[in-house]
């Protein structure tokens, strides 16, 4: 059984709508990259998921259990957690406060625990931890959300563009981070602009065109097939 | 509409806005908001002093003012929160100042009365009453959230009915203090004396406004403690600043929200009372006070607890030190003209993010 | 029929006549004859039917109730075109009201002067006055409109509550400006000689017989012809101006400013625009209502009553429509009246209930009007009528949708 299934899934903003019938599954442990052109729904899908878009038609289920129409603080708390494309960073708070908030399901006694481990996994926030992250660059941002979303070790972590505006330098180093947290056993699901890189460390890829399904196969699949090569992956 | 420019005049033109751009940079800073506005301040003591005013008045007056600023951080610390957590300004939180004055008072009408706590004017009465009228108030806004804007909050309504809204319930719950109790003014304890006191340097201050002072501290602590180092409080920050996110980490934003409400009207009521207490009570008492909080608010930074408090304060002294030459009930203009200062030099406020 | 009568029908036939055809659905041929036939037909009708007393309130009502469609149309301008949050109309209004009431009342002397101080009494002509309180009341708004409305919306709401609050406190304490927190008394009423018993210098000796057995209490049905005036003329120019280039600019700025910019609108100078106009129509609105009271004082600009009031009439009505606007006003001006009886008639129930509670009834009316702006707001934020997406006058019909 997949992790996260999306079966047909119809949804948008208020009367529009931006997806129609898309489907995408996620099995335990994967890296799934979701690419296409820009407007084809690929962010409105993870929103979509996290329960922050109502779903209109469709099903979407995880562990096999339904999760659509639940709320966002809810769905959090089955063991997936979202880092979405801007604003994804308290910037009032420090790099720590960022961090009690990521575990604000946690125990009182666990917060601690886990901030140490991720400040070991990314240990540059630990040196930032009583910085405001208001002031901080692009990539450490990046980084204390991708750290935010960890504090709750979740099964499944749905990345937003998480390379978007970054110099090339930093995209490598978030890619990078991305394989490590997957080689702890966290699957992910991501969107990227950077699809020959997503697609190359992918298990698997979802094309989404219009709203729609258009190609999935594994990562090399993708890369191989000369029509999703000229048309989305920019020759 | 413009006819074609020529291309000299549109270097001309940029050259210029960069120019513009840089100036703007430096007024744009925190710095140079706090030097306008301590020279506002400067020019108010200034002017109490050509005015005639001793210095030792003025010293009276800027502790008044302090008292004052309480009030006005009770009042305001509700607003801020809701504007921070809910993104519209609440103009019906001025009405519920007024609620919260005169529920307190009716909850004095049914205690039985006690002696006076020297040096204030009042009874124990009067702190119990305030007690149980806070949480009446609080649920009274509650509840207006539940009927009116958690059902634009469904629909996704744009800021403009929020804030309309708002308006009329602004003159919902007035019209329901003047149909409950009146246009007539009150007094929690008419005809009782509060001599001033006696304090070092020449002051002289009553003792309630001493009261007020310290209860307005209590609660700023109180309130900071809260935001700082409890989970509500820690939810209200986040949800103030990136609801989504604050959804997404797992925080249930409608809770949030409910005590936003209550903490609000509770504040309201508390900073109601207090004004019941140094002057009178009157239907449209927390109309007045609107615009002071409003400044507050802004000069804060919007949603910025620390920052509404520290506002108010400046506020409370700068209204109380104008009043040495001006006519007193020129207050709120005081008020607002800090407030459109500091809109024009920085509209994050003193304390705001981003900037310099 | 005397002649009053057909005097009296004739002012409300007329005045009727130059609004009916507004209220009408737009588009039709027959709209502005229609409008106008029904309009003489209806005043005379109203003036032949109804006894003297009734047809006295009649007028009354119609003569406050076109003030507010000039308040209700000067807001729409402001918000309904352009997206301004002015939550202070009461501060132009009253601006309006106490400049035209200086430029045309006689400064007093002599005793009258220790019970009435004003800083000036100029003794102008009614227009004069009226031009001075649509100046006075732009220039205002300039200088509100040019630090705030860079801004986001929300602080200009504040401000502009903040700036109607300040006026009312100026005209509340300064006793020199416009005699303080006393009523400012003996203003003027344009034409107001003809319906006293020796009629104006200027009326010809052979016209000395039409105006003959009309008295001063019939003076409001004259007064209601130049509200009408006022209403109409303002409705043609705000109609026209929404249909040209300026109206298009307006709306681009209002529903996608950055977009506007990007396409060479200088989108601040337009909202200054728009804003300064609205204040201009509420200016004269002030003027009208000053003239029509003849007395008037700080309390009369109560935010309650100002600006509230006319926020319901425009989200009613409907934003964005200068029809919805007028018809917004005159049902909301009917309902608030109305609600007068309503209180009258609940004022024993109420001191049944406590004998406290006798005499406060009238607060029912703020409590009804306060839901029913929130029902607008919850229920029908569009109002009555849509906005018409009427582009241009050299199109005829207006794109469908929205």
């Known amino acids: 059984m997949p992790l996260l299934k999306a079966d047909g899934v119809t949804a948008g903003y208020g009367d529009m709508e931006i997806l129609r019938d898309v489907s995408i599954a996620v099995n335990d442990g994967e890296i799934v990259s979701l690419i296409g052109p820009n407007g084809a729904g690929k962010s409105t899908l993870m929103k979509t998921v996290f329960g922050l878009l109502p779903t209109k038609a469709g099903t979407i289920t995880y562990h096999g259990k339904p999760i659509h129409g639940r709320e966002p603080h809810d769905i959090v708390t089955l063991g997936l957690c979202y880092v979405p494309q801007v604003d994804n960073v308290f910037t009032s708070m420090t790099v720590e406060e960022n961090l009690d908030m990521g575990g604000y399901l946690l125990h009182d006694r666990d917060i601690g625990s886990r901030k140490e481990r991720i400040y070991e996994f990314l240990p540059r926030l630990r040196e930032r931890r009583h910085q405001r992250v208001g002031g901080m660059s692009g990539g450490e941002r990046q980084m204390v959300a991708m750290g935010s979303a960890l504090m709750l070790e979740p099964e499944l972590l749905l990345l937003d563009e998480p390379s978007a505006g970054l110099s090339p330098k930093l995209v490598d180093e978030i890619f990078d981070n991305i394989r490590r947290i997957n080689a702890s056993g966290v699957a992910v699901l991501m969107v990227e602009q950077n699809a020959r890189k997503s697609l190359a460390m992918s298990d698997r890829g979802y094309v989404l065109a219009g709203g729609q399904n258009r190609f999935d196969g594994t990562g090399e699949e993708i890369l191989a097939d000369p029509d999703m090569a000229r048309l989305y992956l920019g020759g | ?356 | 029929m005397t002649q009053v009568v057909v005097i009296k029908g004739l002012m409300l036939g007329v005045s009727l006549a130059l609004i009916l055809p507004i209220l009408l659905p737009p588009g039709r041929p027959w709209r502005v004859p229609g409008g106008i036939a029904a309009g003489l037909v209806l005043g005379f009708g109203l003036a032949l039917a109804l006894p003297a007393g009734y047809l006295s309130y009649v007028i009354s009502f119609l003569v406050m109730a076109g003030i507010f469609v000039l308040l209700a149309l000067g807001l729409n301008t402001q918000w309904g075109y352009n997206g301004h949050l002015n939550f202070g109309v009461a501060g132009f209004f009253a601006v309006g009201a106490f400049t035209s009431a200086l430029f045309t009342i006689e400064a007093p002397t002599g005793i009258a002067a220790q019970y009435t101080q004003v800083v000036f009494g100029l003794e102008m002509p009614f227009l004069v006055g009226v031009g001075a309180a649509a100046v006075v009341s732009g220039v205002i708004a300039f200088i509100v409109a040019v630090p705030v409305l860079r801004l986001r919306l929300d602080f200009l709401a504040i401000a502009t509550i903040g700036i109607a609050e300040i006026i009312r406190l100026i005209f509340q304490n300064e006793r020199w400006l416009a005699n303080g927190p006393q009523p400012l008394r003996g203003i003027p009423q344009p034409g107001r000689c003809l319906f006293q018993s020796v009629p104006c210098d200027w009326l010809p000796e052979w016209a000395h017989w039409i105006v003959e057995p009309l008295g001063t209490r019939d003076y409001l049905a004259f007064y209601l012809v130049i509200v009408a005036l006022f209403v109409a003329g303002t409705y043609l120019v705000l109609e026209r101006a929404c249909r040209s280039p300026w109206g298009r600019k307006l709306r681009a700025v209002r529903d996608e400013e950055a977009s506007a910019a990007m396409n060479g609108k200088r989108v601040t100078q337009v909202r200054v625009q728009s804003f300064v106009v609205g204040a201009v129509i509420m200016g004269i609105a002030g003027a009208l209502y000053a003239h029509r009271m003849v007395a008037i004082d700080y309390s009369h600009f109560h935010a309650l009553f100002a600006t509230f009031l006319v926020w319901i009439m425009l989200m009613l009505g409907g934003s964005g429509n200068n029809r919805g606007a007028i018809l917004g006003a005159v049902v909301v001006w009917a309902v608030w009246s109305g609600s007068a009886f309503l209180a009258h008639a609940l004022d024993p129930v109420l001191g049944s209930i406590h004998a406290e509670l006798a005499g406060r009834a009238q607060y029912i009316r703020w409590l009804l009007v306060a839901l029913l702006l929130a029902a607008v707001v919850l229920y029908r934020p569009q109002g009555l009528l849509r906005e018409e997406l009427r582009v241009s006058r050299y199109l005829k019909r207006w794109p469908s949708g929205r």
């Open chain 2, 1 to 356: 509409m413009n006819g074609p420019e020529s291309p000299q005049s549109e270097v001309a033109v940029a050259d210029e806005r960069r120019l513009g751009e840089r100036i703007r940079a430096t007024i744009q800073t925190r710095a140079f908001l706090v030097i306008v506005i301590a020279i506002i301040i400067a020019g108010l003591y200034a002017g109490g002093l050509v005015a005639g005013t001793s210095g030792t008045r003025l010293l009276w007056l800027t502790v008044w003012g302090l008292a004052l600023g309480g009030i006005i951080a009770l009042g305001g610390i509700g607003l801020t929160l809701v504007y921070g957590v809910m993104n519209f300004p609440n103009f019906s939180h001025g009405a519920l100042v007024s609620l919260g004055a005169y529920v307190t008072m009716s909850f004095m009408a049914l205690l039985p009365q006690g002696p006076t706590i020297w040096p204030m004017s009042f009874g124990y009465e009067f702190l119990v009453a305030m007690l149980l009228a806070m949480p009446v108030v609080g649920i009274v806004a509650l509840a207006i959230d539940r009927v009116v804007y958690r059902r634009l909050r469904r629909t996704g309504a744009h800021l403009v009915l929020f804030a309309m809204a708002s308006l009329a319930m602004l003159f919902f719950v007035q019209s329901m203090v003047y149909l409950g109790w009146g246009p007539d003014f009150h007094n929690y304890y008419p005809g009782r004396p509060n001599p001033a006191l006696q304090l070092p340097l020449g002051i002289r201050v009553r003792g309630d406004q001493l009261f007020i002072l310290a209860l307005g501290l209590v609660f700023m602590v109180a309130i900071a403690a809260m935001l700082e180092w409890t989970r509500m409080g820690k939810a209200m920050r986040a949800t103030s600043d990136n609801p989504q996110l604050a959804r997404v980490r797992g925080i249930n934003t409608e809770r949030v929200i409910a005590w936003t409400w209550v903490l609000g009207g509770a504040l309201a009521t508390a900073g109601g009372a207090m004004y019941g207490l140094s002057a009178q009570l009157r239907p449209e008492m927390g109309f007045w006070l609107l615009l002071p909080m409003f400044a507050a608010v802004i000069m804060g930074g919007l949603g910025n607890a620390y920052g509404a408090m520290a506002a108010a304060l400046i506020i409370g002294v700068a209204h109380q030190v104008s009043a040495s030459f001006l006519n007193p009930t020129y207050g709120p203009a005081v008020a607002f003209v800090l407030m459109v200062v500091t809109l024009l030099i920085r509209p994050q406020g003193l304390f705001g993010r981003g900037g310099g």
